[in-house]
Structure formats: C-alpha cells, structure tokens
C-alpha cells in the first residue's frame, strides 16, 4: 500500500534535482524520468523514489541508466504549482536556448532556473546514454477520474504505451505550447506521459509506480521476469481503467488566461461524457458550454494554470490500425495532392489546408497521417506532424 505516500504528500520533504540514480554496468536504454515539473504534484517524484529504491533493496539489475529528476524544485518545496509562470509551458528551441546563453529580457525568473538546471542534467544523461532514450513525464490533475497516458502521435511512442497498459489519449500535447514531452519528442526520443489521477489521492503514486514498472520491463532496462510482483502492476492498472476506453483522441481545448476569471463547474471528472452545449463553466464573458459532445478531460479545479478543460472522443481501434498501415506505407507524402492541400513552403512535415476547399471531406483524414498540430489563419489550417514518426528499428 501506500502508507508512506499520503505522508509524504503532506510532509515537509527538501527536494533535491537527483531524486534517485541508478547506472547499470551493462549496456541498454536510458530512462529519463521527470516528476513534480508542476509542484504541486509530488506524487511522481515519489512513485520514482519507491521504484529506484526496491531495485536498489532487490539487487535488480539495471541495463542502461534510470535517471529520476525533480522538476520544479521551488514550486515542490512550496507545494504549488508554479512561482513566475507555468515551468511545463516554457520548452521551446528559442526560450531553452535564450535560457541556456543567460540572455532573457529583464534577467531569469524562478523558472528559468529550475529549466537551465533540469536541462544540464537531461542532457548530461544523454551524453551518456548507451542506447536508445526513454523520456517519462508524471503529472497528477486537481480533478478526479481514471488514469491515462499521453503520448505524441508517433507510431513508435504508441507502441510503447500500449505496452504499459492504460488508455492512451492521442493528441493532448499537440495542444499546448512548450511541454517538455514535445520538446523531447520532437529531438527522437520515445516519450510517454502519465497523468496518474487527483493530487493528493496516494492511489495517484500506485499508479504512477505501476507505470514505471511496466515501462523498465517494455524498453528492457530491467529483465522483464525479474519485474518484483509483476501482476499486481498489471492489476492495478486495468482496474483502475476498466471504464475507460482504451485510445481517446483530443479535439478541443478551451484555452484560458488569469484574466479571464475561468470557474469550471463542479463534479466534472476525467472521461466524464459530457452533451454538445453543456454548460462546464463561466467566465467573465458569461457561460462556457461544450462546442461538442464527448467526454471531459483535465477540468480546470486549481487556481493556476492555462487548460481549462479538453473534450476528447474515443479513437476506434480500426481506425489506430489503419493509420499504423498508412504511415507505415508512407502515403502521407502523397497528402498535399489532396484538393486544398499544399506542401508548406518552408517547414517541413507541414502542409496548407484551404478550408473552403477541404470541407468537402474530413479533416480527420490529417490525423491518420499523423498531422495533429493545428494553427488556424483565416480560410487556412496549418498542419504538421512529428518528426520521428516510424517505428524503433530493433
Ligand atoms: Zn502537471
């Protein structure tokens, strides 16, 4: 059980950047695993702590690396989510290198520090790295409701979640700018992030463990038959999912500011079904109800932060395996011979979508192919997809 876990929630713990190590003589994958980027979510941090700990106690092998890193140290000390800003919306090429060269307008705030130091120790890992890189992310929400797994829309990272064993919601990070798990997903490595459940529920950190192990076994950085009380992990996972759908896709986000004095309504949980104009909230402009139906994701009930909620659908398993065999085949080179559609002229992996034009079929055909990130100017949809997308050579 977790009886040292609802301690630690509420007990005072100095939090250090290395919250645990450990370097195996053989070669293999490095783990990088990062809890409490938002600080008040400790859970992470100490699901990591109880994994590296017991391989350590059992004398388990490790093949590789694991590195748990701490996130926003400050912020976990002060049990709050952030000081300055929002540290998981900040992992931009432009902002990471203006942090790294010192040279930041107005001089670096709290959560610059704590980027510079985590991003040191990143990439100190991968300079050591002796195989392929795993990057995990933990995350707990101030609403209640199952647990899941967000991954960027690469086959590869797919693969790897569904190995582990929970819902997987597709498209939940191509949403917002600067989260950490895009930004390592867009340098090729294998990323998941887990959104475990409520802050302070110590079934949150079971579940962030049950993750872990799971995921030492799959990307082989532990035997997996020498995984300690394999099927627990396995049973605490498919309980605590059984009514979830397994692939959820993201189509909405309602974006908030402070200003905007967002109040979501209350009793909303995780994959809670939710009808088309339903009213979830109110801000200063009046009601905020559903552009459509679906089911809720991530309803804001904090006082910080940028998300107010996501509505999202279930992705069908066909459809998962048929954009798997499309990619595969490579035909989304061929997606800017589609009526609208041009190839972006300077990004790559980008096209052009003419709206007007495009309405005559889905604009779910883009998704298939991967093509997920969506800035919208006037008549045009910018679209791109992820570098990286092929599956891991073994
Ligand atoms: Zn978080």
Redo the contacts with the bound molecule.
């Keep these: 059980m977790s009886g040292d876990g609802a301690g630690l929630l509420t007990a005072p713990t100095e939090y250090r950047r290395i919250n645990r190590q450990i370097i195996g003589e053989a070669p293999g994958p490095t783990l990088i695993l990062v809890g409490g980027?938002?600080g008040?979510?400790p859970s992470g941090v100490i699901a990591a702590r109880r994994v590296l700990d017991r391989l350590t106690a059992e004398e388990i092998p490790v093949r590789g690396e694991i590195v748990a890193i701490n996130g926003n140290l400050k912020a976990l000390n002060g049990k709050q989510?952030y000081l300055d800003r929002d540290l998981?919306r900040q992992w931009s090429e432009r902002r990471v290198e203006s942090v790294m060269a010192g040279n930041v307008a107005g001089g670096l705030d709290a959560e610059d520090h704590e980027l510079k130091e985590i991003w040191e120790q990143i990439r100190a890992a991968v300079d050591r790295a002796r195989g392929e890189i795993y990057f995990i992310d933990m995350?707990?929400?101030s609403a209640d409701g199952a647990p899941f797994l967000t991954v960027g829309d690469t086959l590869r990272n797919r693969a790897f979640a569904m190995e582990v064993g929970l819902p997987l919601i597709l498209g939940l990070e191509e949403q917002v700018d600067g989260a950490l798990l895009e930004f390592m997903n867009n340098r090729g490595y294998v990323t998941l992030g887990i959104?475990a459940g409520q802050h302070d529920c110590p079934k949150s950190i079971d579940h962030h463990e049950a993750v872990l192990w799971r995921a030492l076994g799959t990307s082989g950085a532990i035997e997996r038959s020498r995984t300690p009380e394999p099927e627990r992990w396995i049973d605490v996972l498919k309980k605590a999912s059984a009514s979830t759908p397994k692939v959820i896709e993201v189509r909405r986000r309602h974006a908030i500011t402070s200003e905007d004095d967002f109040r979501m309504r209350p009793g909303y949980r995780n994959f809670q079904p939710v009808a088309k104009k339903e009213h979830l909230g109110d801000d200063r402009r009046g009601q905020v109800r559903a552009v459509e139906s679906g089911m809720i994701l991530l309803p804001l009930y904090q006082g910080q932060g940028n998300d107010g909620f996501f509505l999202c659908r279930e992705f069908s398993r066909l459809w998962l395996v048929v954009s798997t065999y499309l990619r595969r085949l490579k035909l989304e080179g061929l997606m800017h011979w589609l009526p609208g559609v041009s190839q972006h002229p300077e990004f790559e992996r980008t096209l052009v979508v003419n709206t007007r034009v495009a309405r005559f079929y889905p604009l779910e055909v883009f998704h298939l192919f991967g093509y997920r990130k969506r800035r919208k100017k006037g008549d045009l949809l910018v679209v791109s997809r992820r570098r990286y997308d092929r599956p891991v050579s073994a």
């Design positions: 980027i938002h008040n979510e989510r998981n995350h707990t929400s959104e």
